[in-house]
Nanobody
Framework: QVQLVESGGRLVRAGDSLRLSCVGSGRTFSTDAMGWYRQAPGKEREFVAAISWNSGTTYYADSVKGRFTISRDNAKNTVYLQMNSLKPEDTAVYYC?????????????????WGQGTQVTVSS
């Protein structure tokens, strides 16, 4: 019943910007922490960003800090990832994740629901 659907991934050039969206359904969204992860070919899933239920706390991986911004609109059951100054090494499938309860986490095994992913490709 719980579903997360990512969108917005596409082919872009280095230096471009892109905004990913994740729309949730099937359970209360507004009180849950949310996160973004990514997985590049041949690599394990990597933490990107997380946000608390009320947007009061955010965490970012060092590799994206200063370039990416996570935000949410609980009225729309949507979490966003604004990606600026994109680099080829940002190329990956990006996954949205939802954690039951309001506590923020950077650990992938503490998230309960996952989307199917959206492909982001950054050319040189």
């Amino acid at each position: 019943q719980v579903q997360l659907v990512e969108s917005g991934g596409r082919l872009v050039r280095a230096g471009d910007s892109l905004r990913l969206s994740c729309v949730g359904s099937g359970r209360t969204f507004s009180t849950d922490a949310m996160g973004w992860y990514r997985q590049a070919p041949g690599k394990e899933r990597e933490f990107v960003a997380a946000i608390s239920w009320n947007s009061g706390t955010t965490y970012y991986a060092d590799s994206v800090k200063g370039r990416f911004t996570i935000s949410r609109d609980n009225a729309k059951n949507t979490v966003y990832l604004q990606m600026n100054s994109l680099k080829p090494e940002d190329t990956a499938v990006y996954y949205c994740a939802q954690r039951r309860g309001s506590r923020i986490s950077t650990y992938h095994n503490e998230y309960d629901y996952w989307g199917q992913g959206t492909q982001v490709t950054v050319s040189s």
